[in-house]
């Protein structure tokens, strides 16, 4: 485990905060920094909150993470722009914590700091094969064409059959770009880029491996359902993949939603020959999990070892090999978070170290710092989780604050204060109305190009929009 500075061991003899308001800044405008900010908003504290974002936009994987036709994003934009549009909660966006501003010149400035910046990077495979160059992490794949701005403009799209591994909503999101003829994405806002390279892919064949069952696969079931509607093509499952133990059973009686995904796979199992008509496919394979990817120098294969149900719902491999005939493999096994600067940082599991939401250092709980969503407790849970788990950090932030444990170190707090350090920088924030100017931006992009809205893919682009600045000759 990574730990703070010994700075960070001192106790805070600050300013009181009786006479004034509480300033909080929250680190991260994802879901889960907005969420805790709406909160603790509405907690009834007198309370100034400041949203820092690294990028020049809100939303964070909602926006960079989710697939452009992916079933519930509107419904969950228009959820976070809610709350950022009533104007209580400040968004300053393009500010990088431990680049523009120092960890700990924010904590100095606030009497708390949350940490709500998510998971943003992969989490560590390792089996022989895995450092081929077309083996590919799945959150960069989602970030191309997604159009983060901080991630290549192009993505090599050059195999026919590809593997996919994970059996998570991330890894079916993959499969679906993937397979998904340019054509039928072009209602969304996917980029320029984006949909030259994809009508350029010569994909026939996408195979999705999963290492359990079938009631142990993370799929949704509506995300699933989505995914047998997708034009021209079928989806595959094979009896010889299907298998219930005592667990399993233990899992459909116990979960609607497991019941249902089983249903659906049931369902794809029992296809006639005939019915497979389509010029691309997804193959959904479950017990069995990669040993090896093959190829000397680039991608050629493969290698799954069969597994079996142990009647807990877990698994165990059986020596049988399947070798599949790939040239480009992508890992959707999890997301893992990265350290910030300044801030006390489990390497081990890819968290801040806290108790439920009080960051600790050495077991020690620090005063006035605070994480929330998945850089708390790890990437598991959707949108559902994050809710209660800002409801947790906040609830205790309250506490701490009603114990008179909130102070912030000098006088000069808040977002005047943090204004001044980043103005004197030549830092070029953007705020929630340059925002607004974005967006309108990227929708007149799209209404040229009969859409509903193009999303702008360079930080350039984007931060001049923003702050209504002159780039490329042009002046926005």
Avoid at 307 to 324: C, R
């Amino acid at each position: 485990m990574r730990l703070g500075r010994k700075t960070r061991r001192t106790k805070r003899k600050g300013v009181s905060v009786a006479d004034r308001p509480l300033h909080v800044a929250v680190i991260g405008a994802g879901p889960a920094g907005i969420y805790a900010s709406d909160i603790l908003s509405k907690s009834g504290v007198d309370v100034r909150i400041d949203l820092y974002e690294k990028l020049p936009a809100p939303y964070g994987l909602v926006r960079y993470g989710v697939a452009p036709d992916h079933p519930r994003i509107k419904a969950i934009i228009n959820a976070l722009y809610n709350v950022l549009k009533r104007g209580d909660i400040r968004l300053v966006g393009n500010v990088e914590i431990g680049r523009d501003i120092t960890f700990e010149e924010l904590h100095q400035h606030y009497d708390a700091v949350i940490i709500a910046t998510g998971a943003d990077q992969d989490k560590p495979f390792n089996i022989p094969g895995a450092n081929l160059p077309e083996v590919y992490g799945a959150s960069k794949f989602v970030y191309w064409y997604d159009g983060h701005p901080d991630y290549p403009r192009t993505w090599p799209l050059e195999a026919k059959e590809v593997a996919v591994l994970g059996v998570g909503n991330v890894a079916l999101d993959v499969a679906r770009i993937l397979a998904k003829h340019p054509d039928d994405l072009m209602a969304t806002e996917i980029p320029g880029n984006v949909e030259e390279g994809l009508r350029h892919s010569p994909i026939t064949d996408v195979h999705v491996f999963g290492r359990r069952g079938p009631a142990q696969v993370k799929f949704t079931p509506m995300e699933l359902r989505e995914l047998g509607h997708v034009p021209d093509v079928d989806i595959i499952v094979y009896p010889e993949d299907f298998d219930y133990d005592e667990g399993s059973e233990k899992a459909m009686e116990e979960s609607k939603m497991t019941r249902q995904v089983v249903e659906q796979l049931t369902e794809w199992v029992f296809q006639e020959p005939e019915e497979l008509t389509a010029s691309r496919r997804i193959h959904i394979h479950m017990l069995q999990q990669p040993v090896e990817v093959l190829g000397e120098e680039h991608v050629e294969g493969i290698r799954m070892e069969r597994t079996a149900l142990q009647g807990d719902g877990s698994v165990k491999g059986t020596g049988e090999f399947i070798d599949y005939p790939v040239q480009a493999v992508y890992r959707a096994v999890g997301y893992f978070s990265s350290e910030i600067p300044g801030a006390p940082y489990d390497a081990e599991r890819g968290v801040v170290p806290n108790v439920e939401g009080r960051v600790t250092d050495g077991g020690e709980v620090l005063p006035g710092m605070y994480a929330t969503g998945w850089i708390k407790r790890g990437p598991v849970g959707l949108i559902g989780s994050t809710k209660s788990d800002a409801q947790e950090t906040i609830r205790h932030l309250v506490e701490d604050y009603e114990a008179g444990k909130l102070h912030a170190t000098t006088e000069a707090v808040g977002w005047d204060e943090t204004q001044k350090v980043l103005e004197e920088r030549g830092v070029r924030y953007t705020t929630w109305h340059g925002w607004e100017l974005l967006e309108e931006f990227e929708m007149h992009l799209g209404a040229s190009q009969g859409r509903a809205r193009i999303k702008v893919v360079e930080r350039e682009t984007m931060t001049a929009v923003s702050r209504g600045e002159e780039h490329d000759g042009k002046l926005y």
